[in-house]
């Protein structure tokens, strides 16, 4: 996936996939991946992967040459690509792009920051004990409060204020935005195969991206991407104590209010009201214009316009009046 | 309001509130205003604002002799009230808000703080790097520990123990209260007027102010009020991660369980149980001695000596009987 | 109760006993106690007490000699146990548990913490400013992240990876366990005697433990015991901004999404998935290989192999089809 953080420590030939995978049945033949992409946007030179068959459809048109499958769902590719058959999709993926991404998996603490007085940062207004890593760009006119620490791999824009006890990493920051007290954007998101004894660790090489004109309230944990990036649109409200999960899409003008939760991968529009502590799956599509109440648990996709409460969320009134 | 925190830039003449909303129309006359104030406590001097149906009765015997308000509005008004009418009341109220008090509009991070040991609290057992900005008051026999930062504005009683990576500003705390680690406390609200491309804030010139023998739990967030104080009664006690919006008001001996919500301007009873993640919405009135069972949404106010249950929160009894 | 932690200040005397409890018509005898322990738990050296019918069955055959009980409940003890008549129980129970273990009771900062450089911890790779307390034990190839604090009476296993911003105190964590930011680990429960006017403190002398192989998200609290510890077992997974109440266990390989909350001396067993949002009550038993749906309330027991959803709880299937 195209970021500016994670250096992709690719090629890697068809020959080290087999032997990292164990596959050994297979004729040792030369090729080149200089990436890992889902099958929608795949290329030539890049390896994809195939393990449901919700994407069948999307499997069918791929441009890849090879994709990691099963025997279950190999059928369903184009002949032009070519199945490399595993027991588990998902942990060959994981083992791949660890491969291309080694520094994607874990989230240690950034030992290489310096106090900011030791970089260079002539234009910021900061706190006591702010903390810097390498790879930090940071506009004109901003503000980073106490005790914050922005470790490696983020870009801020201008006119920001961080607030305090906040720590970012693999991040973009756009111009205006506001990030208060004790937030945690950038970390992994909580994506792992399970696996008794111990669990296997997925890769994260998707960043945080937030755009102009935010605001993110106090408490906020927003996780980077695993195989695509977490964003933010222009212009939309946080309140405290939300968490975002990794690969979540927030539009525009969008106000959510506290303790709300959007589990992984979910696609929340533009003009979207949420109100406090309402929750919504995974993988989920919120349209434009939709309000959700309060509490509501969001369980399967809302078109646009559409007011909605309960758990799991219905139609508005509908919930109201079968709730008097 | 009242409090001796946000410094009233007052008086602002008629003349300049007309220009201040771009009211071109209108005779200029010389007054004087020293405050802005809702229709309740709005006197001869202050300017009142007077915006949705619902306060028509309030409107109806105000002592204020000027009031930002609409066509549709203004005849509930006495004929002692003159109208000043604006196309969006709230946004008028704002703005007239945040000429009378400048700072109270965004929160950022207090830079004026020193280390404890540079300021003289003799008294104060602290930990290692705690910052303490202008306008602290502390009194005898207090803990501070590890990275709190007391930022400006701030009155502490006596016997209070102030947990680790805690931020207070803009604050009453009375005597024997325990707030643990990582609280965020004074934060201005989740309040401001939705607005495609750029949302406007809303004036916070509200304080919190937590009385005595409190205790809050860790993670708290309890931001300050908007026109009004967030008040938490005597020998209330929060557990840990709860939220804690602009106005509200909690009574005496009230115990609310973690990861609760509490929305703006809601009036919490003496006496009440709240349970584990339930959530109350804006603008209610819970009464005295109410239990609210753990993860009920509350969505309308609940009589003294209630106990209630699920979502929307209903009678306790009832809500069991239909839900076996 | 024993761990390494607390320290118990006993023997007690009979006679001390009575005076703490101003009971003053009693004979005076020579007798030792060199513990307070439940029912269960009690042998001939310590007190144990009985405050509900609930215990009746273990009452009868505890080994205990003497017995915090109240008049309605005396007769159901054996000949063997003398009671111990107070007007309220646990009360009672408080203030004796407070003078064996002193020091459990609050929860002020560690003041006695030194500078991780000012101490020998030498294999340690650890952040800027990280404080470490008394009796604090730490293996080997282990991080620390910037600005975290060891409070006393922590052990740390191998290879294990503390966040930024994290407290720890009273706790034991084993191997590969990986705690990520903002984390407060074996801070005291929310535990008390509401009283009005001002509530007693219940003493919290468990600790947590952390077995291992975890993986704990940012924003956690898990709370210490109270009479047991808090217990995660091995390859247990948490997600963020999860409470964790005092007392409860977690088996092995299980799975919490974010915002998760347990209440106090639940037991979770082995290979559950607990989506986000879910709430589960205080001292329930949910049994293994247990799946619960997102933004569920689960109110009472759940047997092993169950699938649930809805709040209250119930069977999945049943859920889905009454909430189509």
Redesign the interface.
Known sequence: MSNPFFLNKGPISLIKVYEFLKITNQKKRDFNFYDIKDLYSADKKSITFFHSKKYKEVAKSTKALFCLTSELLKDFLPKTCEPIIVSNVLTAVASITEKFYPYSV????D?K?L?IENRDYKGV?????V?IGENVKIGTNC?????T?IEKNVEIGDNC?I???T?IRNSIIKNNV?I???C?IG?KG?G?F?N????LRYPHIGIVIINE?C?I???A?I?RGSMSNTEIG??T?L???I?I?HNVKIGE?T?I???V?I?GSSIIGN?VRI???A?I?GHLKIGNNVDIA??S?V?KDIPDNSRVM???AKNLRKFLRE?K
Do not use: M
């Open positions: 874990e989230d240690k603490f030992n920051v106090n207004i900061h706190g006591k004990n903390l503000l980073i409060g106490h005790n620490i204020s607030g305090s006890n720590i506001i208060l007290d004790n945690i970390k909580f792992f399970p008794n004894k111990k669990n004109d605001e309230g106090c408490g944990t996780d222009k212009n409200f309140d405290n104590q968490h999960a003008n106000i209010a506290g303790q939760g589990a003009n109100g406090g502590q929750g799956s309060g509490g648990g369980i309960g758990y799991p709730n």
